[in-house]
């Protein structure tokens, strides 16, 4: 085909492939629909084709050369646009860290598991004595444990800064005991399930269940989450270790402490929301009923959380 033929059938896709990045540069990605982009992406395909055929046919002709510069600035946009910091934080928190728990639903089973292996054993040994408390937890805590009291004095910005504070350093603590094969993991997540048992079991004792639950779940739901999440990277810290496959131990440990790493920062917010809960409304004096309530709404918040982005996928799958 000469080559002033081969201008005329195709310079039409170029003319347009220009607007469009001109669109671009003045205008900005944000100003794009996704037609512009179809259109963006067929044109360029186009055009890759036409400057091959134009290397072949043409050489280093003046067509050669205004194709390889408008290829290679439709090629900046296509393939070096970044996305913004903030969409990447989006898609990270409602889209890649519930798949990343899915995906590793094992783990994050196993560590629940531990920790209520750990609630199971101190209830039923306090529930037969009061006395065994003392073994599940230390003496001095026991002594400034009170199931009485009012929140008039609680102090909620001071608290709930604390228990952010504290609940972080269990869930990081779950975390970075991985790298002892998994067992200062185990330690963290089953000695942290002693504790909560056995205050629940004094808490049936004295005759308090329904108020000590009620001081537990508002923020416990979404605060022992967070803690199964962090324990599970921990675990797989600790199996990366123990069987790294067809890997060394470094390169096993690496890759899987990327996962883990995703894991343990997506959790922040959810150490945030109940540090604020368990600052605030937990002392409110809003009634047993209600807080009670508001403990069963975060868990269908966690569950739709969890799994709402599979709906609209399994509707394309239609």
């Not at 199931?147 to 909620?156: A, I, P, T």
């Not at 910005?157 to 779950?174: D, M, W, Y």
Request: glycine share 8%; aromatic share 14%.
């Amino acid at each position: 085909m000469k080559e002033d033929k081969f201008i005329k059938e195709n310079q039409r896709v170029w003319i347009q492939l220009e607007d469009t990045l001109k669109k671009l540069k003045s205008k900005g990605i944000k100003s794009f629909e996704s037609s512009d982009f179809e259109l963006l992406l067929t044109n360029y395909n186009k055009a890759c084709g036409h400057l091959s055929y134009s290397r072949t046919y043409y050489g280093n002709s003046d067509t050669t050369s205004y194709l390889n510069r408008l290829v290679a600035a439709a090629h900046s946009y296509i393939y070096t646009t970044e996305t913004s910091t903030v969409k990447k934080l989006k898609d990270f928190f409602l889209i890649d860290f519930p798949s990343l728990i899915r995906k590793n639903s094992f783990f994050v089973a196993l560590s629940a598991g531990l920790f209520f292996l750990g609630i199971l054993l101190s209830f039923i040994f306090t529930l037969i004595s009061a006395e065994n408390a003392a073994a599940f937890i230390p003496q001095h805590i026991l002594d400034s444990v009170s199931f009485e009291g009012s929140s008039s004095s609680w102090k909620g910005p001071v608290e709930s800064t604390f228990i952010l504070t504290n609940n972080i350093r269990v869930g990081f603590s779950a975390f970075a005991m991985g790298i002892t094969l998994g067992i200062g993991t185990v330690y963290v997540l089953v000695y942290n399930g002693f504790m909560l048992g056995t205050l629940a079991a004094l808490a049936l004792i004295k005759g308090v269940n329904i108020k000590f639950w009620s001081m537990i779940l508002p923020h416990g739901v979404i605060e022992l989450f967070a803690i199964f999440v962090c324990g599970a990277a921990g675990l797989i810290i600790g199996y990366s270790l123990i069987n790294p496959g067809n890997f060394s131990r470094k390169d096993s440990l690496i890759i899987k402490g990327r996962t883990a790493i995703k894991l343990v920062c997506g959790t922040i917010p959810l150490f945030t929301v109940a540090g604020f809960i368990e600052g605030f409304l937990t002392p409110s004096g809003l009634s047993q009923s209600i807080k009670l309530g508001f403990a069963l709404f975060t868990l269908l918040l966690l569950f739709l959380y969890m799994f709402w982005p599979l709906i609209p996928l399994a509707s394309r799958n239609k």
